[in-house]
């Protein structure tokens, strides 16, 4: 990660599906291309669905990991 | 095993390879020019299938159901249109609005059922609101938006919505007593056009 990267924290944590794909839409619109955002979720869902959002929007998956209950997704925009 | 080349070997060293086939129907037919022009994009644009989802009923889980794929579809950057028609355009009621219409049988209607987002119910097992009241619990605790927050973060991400004129007509339905932000009340000739030109439909 560079310092030029803006990382951007959506935390979706207790939110069901669409939430955390609505809220991490809304924070990545507005950001210049290249920039990070950090997704946290407790949807065991948005495994998938981050995956098929980041396909469908064109966006990159860089990392995903998972901490007991949280998933965390690292995008980088498109 | 001898390392000699045949002539056809050693000529297509390096060039594409020849599909004798295509070949030949090419030079029976010819190439079939007009069919590929159809599928050429102009000036290099794409233009990405639009979703119309035709919200027909007002019950509360078509509604939920709706709202959620809307949200999804816009999120995802498909350009997403809710045609508003039937029970689908009490809905877009604003919640204050207890009755609407002009003469007696209209406002019956919207007595017997409340117009507006938050007051939707069930087709099935609504036992007067109980059943209701048994989903907004339960979304509460498992995180699941409601179709009000569903409806503000559809509006959030720029989906459209184009009310029935022909429904505001029958339900004596006025513009004040609709929610801000919906578009101008259009026909059914206006969703047949944007499914003509390719749109997804869902009918809900």
């Known amino acids: 990660m560079t310092a030029t990267d803006l990382l951007v924290e959506v935390d979706a944590r207790g939110l069901s599906c669409p939430m955390p794909i609505v809220r991490t839409a809304q924070a990545i619109r507005d950001l210049p291309s290249g920039n990070l955002v950090e997704v946290l979720a407790t949807d065991p869902g948005s495994q998938r669905d981050f995956v098929a959002w980041c396909r469908s929007t064109g966006h990159t998956l860089i990392e995903h990991s998972t901490d007991g209950p949280v998933h965390r997704f690292l995008i980088r925009r498109k | ?204």
Not at chain 2, 61 to 89: D, R
Not at chain 2, 127 to 147: D, E, N
Request: proline share 6%.
């Open chain 2, 1 to 204: 095993m001898t390392a000699i080349a045949t002539p056809a070997e050693s000529t297509l060293a390096g060039q594409p390879r020849f599909d004798a086939l295509a070949e030949a129907i090419a030079d029976v037919e010819g190439i079939p020019e007009a069919f590929t022009d159809a599928f050429a994009v102009p000036n290099g644009e794409v233009k990405p299938r639009e979703l119309v989802i035709i919200c027909y009923s007002g019950d509360l889980e078509k509604t939920w159901a709706s709202l959620i794929l809307a949200t999804t579809a816009a999120a995802s950057g498909v350009p997403t249109k809710m045609f508003l028609t039937f029970w689908g355009l009490q809905t877009f009621v604003k919640d204050d609005v207890r009755i609407t219409g002009q003469n007696w049988m209209q406002k019956m209607l919207s007595v017997m059922q409340r117009p507006g987002i938050s007051h939707r119910k069930l087709s099935k097992m609504n036992f007067l609101g109980m059943g209701p009241w048994m989903m907004g619990t339960l979304a509460k605790k498992y995180g699941v938006a409601s179709p009000r927050e569903l409806l503000e973060a559809a509006q959030a991400l720029g989906v459209e919505f184009m009310p029935c004129q022909m429904t505001m007509d029958m339900f004596g339905l006025t513009r004040d007593d609709m929610i801000e932000g919906l578009g101008e009340p259009v026909g059914a000739a206006t969703v047949v056009e944007l499914l003509q030109n390719g749109a997804a439909p869902l009918f809900i």
